[in-house]
């Protein structure tokens, strides 16, 4: 099984930084494409940043300059690191990662999504 376990998020007053964490446990072959995604009340689910395998960026108008996505490739796990944090950034954030596996000795891709971190940004 596959798990991909968010942590980070929180309370924080506007202008504030917070970093969320993505870690990815379980029988991997390879990770490829991961992003962040978030969802506020009454609205959709959005792409926030995504980064690829190779270290290849993009972002949401809405984030950039704000927010910076990496990833640790040894260790499985993914970062936002998101500053100057705005009321309009409040809501739930969700890992996303596209991870290939070797299931019956055939490698298949799968997408993967963590459970979600609250972020709430004051004003």
């Known amino acids: 099984q596959v798990q991909l376990v968010e942590s980070g998020g929180g309370l924080v007053q506007a202008g504030g930084s917070l970093r969320l964490s993505c870690a990815v446990s379980g029988s991997v072959f390879s990770i490829n494409a991961m992003g962040w995604y978030r969802q506020a009340p009454g609205k959709q689910r959005e792409l926030v940043a995504a980064i690829t395998s190779a270290g290849s960026t993009n972002y949401a108008d809405s984030v950039k300059g704000r927010f910076t996505i990496s990833r640790d490739n040894a260790k499985n796990t993914k970062y936002l690191q998101m500053n100057s944090l705005k009321p309009e950034d409040t809501a739930v954030y969700f890992c996303?990662?596209?991870?290939?596996?070797?299931?019956?000795?055939?490698?298949?891709?799968?997408?993967?999504w963590g459970q979600g971190t609250q972020v709430t940004v004051s004003s």
């Open positions: 996303n990662a596209n991870i290939r596996r070797v299931v019956a000795g055939i490698q298949r891709e799968y997408d993967y």
